[in-house]
């Protein structure tokens, strides 16, 4: 409420002016929200037994030196594996995935956030589609409190990547710039969608692919 407030105030002051060394203006517009529709909206309680998690914007999920063009999809599905098991503290684990990765680098992320060798981030995809269950013996209560987190501020960095990219404590966006707090790792989860539009022929439903898919482009 208080960021709130004094957002209120500067849009009754008329708006930012001389803003950082560029001096720059801009102005504020309150609008009412739109909810998701039924088909869109989250859950945090599992499905079948499932969890299926989709971004809605890139995320940090890895580190790009674990992976190149030959890796596979067992490597992939791996890391991915990894990723989910630190991000739930062990909680959950990967069924299967479709996921598109892109490389994110150039001049200015290196300047403002690399060391002495350049270093391009292996983002995952907004789209990207991931299949969980919980692990035997985790807490169900646990795990559908950290699944509304999620939902509430987007995924935190795998321990592993945090640690990697020297990204820990409050100031980690100070160091890498693929944070929650920067609108990254935003997910939805359970979305009906999933259910409603699966696919059906003949009254019989398709079993899901055994096999992991994934669409890996180098973008910088």
Not at 24 to 33: I, L, N
Not at 201 to 212: C, I, K, R
Request: hydrophobic fraction near 45%; include cysteine; charged fraction near 20%.
């Amino acid at each position: 409420m208080v960021l709130a407030d004094a957002v209120k105030a500067i849009s009754a002051y008329g708006g930012f002016h001389d803003v950082g060394k560029t001096r720059a203006a801009g102005a504020v517009d309150f609008v009412a929200p739109v909810p998701p529709t039924d088909r869109l909206r989250s859950v945090a309680e599992p499905r079948e037994g499932l969890w299926i998690v989709t971004l809605q914007t890139p995320a940090l999920l890895c580190v790009a030196e674990t992976l190149n063009e030959s890796s596979g999809a067992k490597a992939l599905h791996d890391v991915y594996d990894k990723a989910w098991k630190e991000l739930s503290d062990s909680g959950l684990e990967l069924v299967r995935f479709f996921a598109e990765q892109r490389l994110a680098g150039g001049w200015f992320l290196h300047r403002r956030f690399g060391k002495n060798h350049y270093r391009p981030y292996l983002l995952t995809a907004p789209g990207s589609v991931f299949v969980l269950r919980a692990a035997k013996g985790a807490s169900a209560t646990a795990l559908k409190t950290l699944v509304q987190h999620w939902i509430d501020r987007g995924l935190h960095l795998p321990e592993s990547v945090a640690a990697s990219y020297d990204a820990t404590g409050a100031d980690a966006w100070r160091r890498c710039p693929y944070v929650p707090e920067n609108g990254f790792g935003e997910v939805r989860v359970n979305m009906p969608v999933h259910w409603d539009l699966a696919p059906v022929s003949q009254g019989m439903e398709f079993e899901p692919l055994d096999s992991t898919w994934a669409i890996t482009e180098a973008g910088v």
